[in-house]
């Protein structure tokens, strides 16, 4: 197919978690009728909502047991085994397709996703989601235009690849090297492949210039340095990459920010009342302020809120405690991403936020959920961007010394220099412009 221009395009995804969600949300001025849900969408068959809300119903209630001693490791873990990712050495073929892969392809030969295809098909535009089983609707009920499909982590299991990938038409538009590796490795051909970077919100970078982006790491750097040994270290590499008019102490406005944030079935929520616990006495002396992300969950908001309560926190902590819940995913991800601003460190399970490194956000790592997230907490170390967490409840006590060391602010200009943040802008010239634009040489990955 020849390459168009396009000034719009079907931005399809699945409520499911957040992953997918974030992925599209800054691609939302592009998205002809609005982002599109397509396991919700207006007008959606019964029968393949139906088949939408088995798989997002066990997964979220097994995500949540998963906590429980013996019997919810042993459940996650067979789930887990069905999505797992293979090692990647020693590079071989990975082609043959798994049994999930199998089973999504018959329920698609008997119709489901058709009737979503045909809607569209009325005004063909390119079509990109966030889902590997909605690229497959299109392709195999023959859609005209093309399929783009972003992968979310930093390594991907067999399903995001077609059940005959060397036939497939589907491109992809994938965060680092690796998950362009892998798809080869699944039998994906290489010019189908653009790595692109993930899509982070345009609201935190502020263009091609970086200008937004700029100005929060050079803040971010003055608080996670307070005795200056990273800053005098490298003091050239900070002033080349971010400008010196970014990285003044007089221009930071808040205190040391700490943001965490829970995953889409609100698993871990206990690690944020650990922290809360641990930093109450610097909370309440206005040393630190805390940003707990509930996200949606009503559940996880009330669990805070009452947290607070025991703790003695209740309106004393002059606006250094926040949490953050909104009523829809696309109010959350606009309040998380304005708090991201403000944001020094992000502490977060590897989800597909591990990506928001790139935003220059030092990243210290919960417990992983998942193969992938294995993956994702890899790649983060790899960079340089993420640290595992120490136990939580001594934070008060190890994070001093982080700060002390200047290793977060060596983890955040990491994150900014080795981790791409112009995926959205990439997106957009490979979708709408048809040219091949990825991510620049000094990106590690």
């Known amino acids: 197919m020849?390459?168009?221009?396009?000034?719009?395009?079907?931005?399809?995804?699945?409520?499911?978690g957040y992953g997918h969600q974030r992925a599209v949300y800054p691609l939302t001025e592009l998205a002809e009728g609005g982002i599109i849900n397509a396991n919700n969408y207006a007008g959606i068959p019964k029968k393949d909502q139906r088949s939408w809300e088995g798989g997002?119903?066990?997964?979220?209630?097994?995500?949540?047991?998963?906590?429980?001693p013996l019997?919810?490791?042993?459940?996650?873990?067979?789930?887990?085994?069905?999505?797992?990712?293979?090692?990647f050495y020693?590079?071989?073929?990975?082609?043959?397709?798994?049994?999930?892969?199998?089973?999504?392809?018959?329920?698609?030969?008997?119709?489901?996703?058709?009737?979503?295809?045909?809607?569209?098909?009325?005004?063909?535009?390119p079509v990109i989601t966030s889902f590997f089983t909605v690229a497959y609707f299109f392709e195999e009920h023959g859609y005209k235009e093309n399929i783009y499909l972003i992968c979310c982590d930093a390594d991907v299991s067999r399903a995001w690849a077609p059940l005959y990938p060397e036939k497939s038409k589907i491109k992809y538009l994938v965060p680092n090297r690796r998950v362009k590796n892998r798809l080869k490795l699944y039998g994906v051909k290489e010019n189908n492949i653009f790595i692109t970077g993930f899509p982070l919100p345009k609201e935190n970078i502020g263009?091609?210039?970086?200008?937004?982006?700029?100005?929060?790491?050079?803040?971010?750097?003055?608080?996670?340095?307070?005795?200056?040994?990273?800053?005098?270290?490298?003091?050239k590499?900070?002033?080349?990459?971010?400008?010196?008019?970014?990285?003044?102490?007089?221009?930071?406005?808040?205190?040391l920010t700490i943001?965490?944030?829970?995953?889409?079935?609100?698993a871990q929520r206990e690690i944020g009342a650990e922290i809360l616990f641990s930093l109450k006495d610097k909370i309440l002396s206005g040393e630190i302020k805390l940003n707990l992300i509930a996200g949606i969950k009503n559940d996880v908001y009330l669990y805070y809120q009452n947290k607070i309560k025991e703790f003695g926190l209740f309106g004393k902590t002059n606006g250094n405690i926040e949490i953050l819940y909104a009523e829809t995913k696309k109010d959350y991800f606009q309040k998380f991403n304005k708090i991201l601003l403000k944001t020094d460190i992000l502490w977060t399970k590897p989800s597909e936020l591990s990506f928001y490194a790139g935003l220059g956000l030092p990243i210290i790592i919960a417990p992983t959920v998942g193969s992938q997230e294995e993956f994702n907490k890899e790649w983060l170390i790899s960079i340089g961007a993420g640290v595992e967490q120490q136990d939580p409840r001594y934070v008060n006590e190890w994070l001093a010394d982080w700060l002390d060391s200047g290793w977060l602010a060596e983890a955040a200009m990491n994150g900014f220099l080795n981790a791409p943040h112009k995926g959205a802008y990439h997106m957009e010239e490979v979708v709408l412009k048809g040219k091949r634009s990825e991510i620049e040489d000094i990106h590690l990955l």
């Open 2 to 16: 020849k390459n168009k221009n396009f000034a719009k395009a079907y931005i399809i995804t699945v409520d499911m």
């Open 56 to 68: 997002r119903k066990v997964y979220e209630k097994i995500s949540r047991l998963k906590h429980l």
């Open 71 to 87: 019997i919810g490791d042993l459940i996650f873990n067979i789930m887990d085994y069905f999505q797992r990712i293979e090692p």
């Open 90 to 125: 020693p590079i071989r073929d990975l082609s043959k397709a798994t049994v999930q892969l199998k089973t999504i392809y018959s329920m698609i030969k008997k119709g489901w996703g058709k009737d979503l295809v045909e809607k569209l098909s009325k005004k063909p535009l």
């Open 207 to 235: 263009g091609h210039e970086l200008k937004i982006l700029r100005k929060s790491v050079g803040e971010r750097i003055v608080h996670l340095d307070p005795k200056g040994l990273y800053r005098k270290k490298y003091k």
């Open 237 to 255: 590499t900070i002033n080349d990459f971010l400008g010196k008019e970014y990285c003044k102490k007089d221009s930071c406005a808040h205190v």
């Open 259 to 266: 943001t965490f944030a829970v995953g889409g079935a609100g």
